[in-house]
């Protein structure tokens, strides 16, 4: 019998949407360059397992706030001429003509990161569209470099907003992210537990399910998050230490699909290789109705 390869799977034939929820607290500046600089590889990765990639990929606000609001204070801009020595290119006023309802709106897709270590500036992204319609890399480091002026976040609860109907529906902040007929890939980035969100992982897990119509296979769960010390104790990493049951880990485990990673990791892009070849299995099982 002749070889045709990797037959091209049945289901999301390439069609994924990737939501990135991406603490901002001050300790996470160094998990920003890491994750930049892992997403060209992970999306070439998938590219090359799919004959027609077509990709959604958004980050969104854990906050309900607008970052920037802290580089308005008057020890940053009524000093400075902008935020700070880790964030020069913040332009003080700038937020009046181009901070709106969705930049303050927990769930939303990113479109204005400022404060130390964002990007500092509105992304303008293909489309109009608070989320990107291709793996760009540049537009990626634009809407991923979320900063260090959040507030303590509640991951879990804000992939729930994310992927609900206000926000993706008609009108809403992410109106057309969700599809029905792709796969969803969401990843979690956060060095401590998430002690504020109020949803179980079941409540997160049926939420989310929801959203996909009902079928698990639909979904693959994605986490970067703080592991057992093993050995000597890296300078400036988190640990899981001593070991606790992690919220996140809680969520993600609840789906089939789904896999964990080390915060403090040298690179991410060996926890990417090992994504991409769950996002292609996963594809395989997801049937769209």
Same mark, same amino acid.
């Given at each position: 019998?002749?070889?045709?390869?990797?037959?091209?799977? *049945?289901?999301?034939?390439?069609?994924?949407?990737?939501?990135?929820?991406?603490?901002? /607290?001050?300790?996470?500046?160094?998990?920003?360059?890491? /994750?930049?600089?892992?997403?060209?590889?992970?999306?070439?990765?998938?590219?090359?397992?799919?004959?027609?990639?077509?990709?959604?990929?958004?980050?969104?606000?854990?906050?309900?706030?607008?970052?920037?609001?802290?580089? *308005?204070?008057?020890? =940053?801009?009524?000093?400075?001429?902008?935020?700070?020595?880790?964030?020069?290119?913040?332009?003080?006023?700038?937020?009046?003509?181009?901070?709106?309802?969705?930049?303050?709106?927990?769930?939303?897709?990113? /479109?204005?990161?400022?404060?130390?270590?964002?990007?500092? =500036?509105?992304?303008?992204?293909?489309?109009? =569209?608070?989320?990107?319609?291709?793996?760009?890399?540049?537009?990626?480091?634009?809407?991923?470099?979320?900063?260090?002026?959040?507030?303590?976040?509640?991951?879990?609860?804000?992939?729930?907003?994310?992927?609900?109907?206000?926000?993706?529906?008609?009108?809403?902040?992410?109106?057309?992210?969700?599809?029905?007929?792709?796969?969803?890939?969401?990843?979690?980035?956060?060095?401590?537990?998430?002690?504020?969100?109020?949803?179980?992982?079941?409540?997160? =897990?049926?939420?989310?399910?929801?959203?996909?119509?009902?079928?698990?296979?639909?979904?693959?769960?994605?986490?970067?998050?703080?592991?057992? /010390?093993?050995? *000597?104790?890296?300078?400036?990493?988190?640990?899981?230490?001593?070991?606790?049951?992690?919220?996140?880990?809680?969520?993600?485990?609840?789906?089939?699909?789904?896999? *964990?990673?080390?915060?403090?990791?040298?690179?991410?892009?060996?926890?990417?290789?090992?994504?991409?070849?769950?996002?292609?299995?996963?594809?395989?099982?997801?049937?769209?109705?």
């Amino acid at each position: 019998m002749p070889d045709f390869g990797d037959p091209q799977p *049945e289901g999301c034939k390439g069609k994924i949407d990737f939501v990135f929820v991406i603490s901002a /607290l001050g300790t996470m500046w160094h998990e920003q360059d890491q /994750l930049v600089a892992s997403f060209p590889g992970f999306t070439e990765t998938i590219g090359t397992k799919f004959a027609d990639f077509d990709t959604h990929v958004i980050s969104v606000n854990t906050d309900e706030h607008w970052r920037g609001i802290g580089c *308005e204070t008057p020890e =940053h801009c009524g000093n400075e001429s902008n935020c700070g020595p880790y964030a020069m290119d913040y332009v003080c006023g700038s937020y009046a003509d181009t901070v709106f309802k969705c930049d303050r709106t927990r769930g939303a897709g990113l /479109l204005y990161n400022a404060g130390p270590y964002a990007t500092n =500036h509105v992304c303008e992204l293909a489309g109009g =569209h608070r989320y990107m319609i291709e793996p760009d890399p540049d537009d990626f480091e634009c809407i991923a470099r979320v900063g260090t002026f959040g507030a303590d976040p509640p991951l879990a609860d804000t992939l729930v907003a994310a992927v609900s109907d206000d926000l993706n529906g008609p009108g809403g902040c992410n109106e057309g992210f969700l599809r029905d007929d792709a796969l969803l890939v969401f990843v979690f980035i956060m060095d401590n537990e998430d002690e504020k969100s109020v949803l179980s992982a079941k409540k997160v =897990h049926d939420a989310v399910v929801a959203a996909k119509g009902g079928d698990e296979d639909a979904i693959v769960g994605l986490a970067i998050v703080p592991q057992p /010390l093993v050995g *000597e104790p890296i300078a400036d990493c988190v640990y899981n230490d001593p070991p606790i049951a992690q919220h996140l880990v809680a969520v993600i485990e609840s789906f089939p699909y789904h896999h *964990e990673g080390d915060i403090c990791a040298d690179s991410y892009d060996g926890f990417f290789d090992e994504a991409a070849d769950l996002v292609h299995e996963a594809c395989s099982s997801f049937i769209p109705q």
